[in-house]
């Protein structure tokens, strides 16, 4: 079964960077895309960036785009979510999301979870 398994998370001030790491184990991780959500309180998840199995594509949510980068190691089974630029509307806790079907862009297509991590960015 697959495992995820986020870090990095943590609190930072508004205007710096933080970078998410997430573990993948008991699967094939190059045959997953990957995705990265976020969740704050009392809002919806949100879907905010994702990539193909190869690392070569990848797709973000317009309120990270230019701020977030994501990419992956296949060698370390490791997905990662690079923040610049923090912002405290950007605090929420953070979860990684393997997707079995090939499409990286669509947020419905991510069906196994990490557990999350928080992040908190203070103004």
């Known amino acids: 079964q697959v495992q995820l398994v986020e870090s990095g998370g943590g609190l930072v001030q508004a205007g710096g960077s933080l970078r998410l790491s997430c573990a993948v184990s008991g699967g094939t991780f190059s045959s997953y895309s990957m995705g990265w959500f976020r969740q704050a309180p009392g809002k919806e998840r949100e879907f905010l960036s994702g990539i193909n199995r190869s690392g070569g594509l990848t797709y973000y949510a317009d309120s990270v785009k230019g701020r977030f980068t994501v990419s992956r190691d296949n060698n370390k089974n490791t997905v990662f979510l690079q923040m610049n630029v923090l912002k405290p509307e950007d605090t929420a806790v953070y979860y990684c999301?393997?997707?079995?079907?090939?499409?990286?862009?669509?947020?419905?297509?991510?069906?196994?979870w990490g557990q999350g991590t928080q992040v908190t960015v203070s103004s």
């Open positions: 999301a393997a997707g079995s079907h090939g499409i990286w862009y669509r947020s419905y297509d991510y069906n196994t």
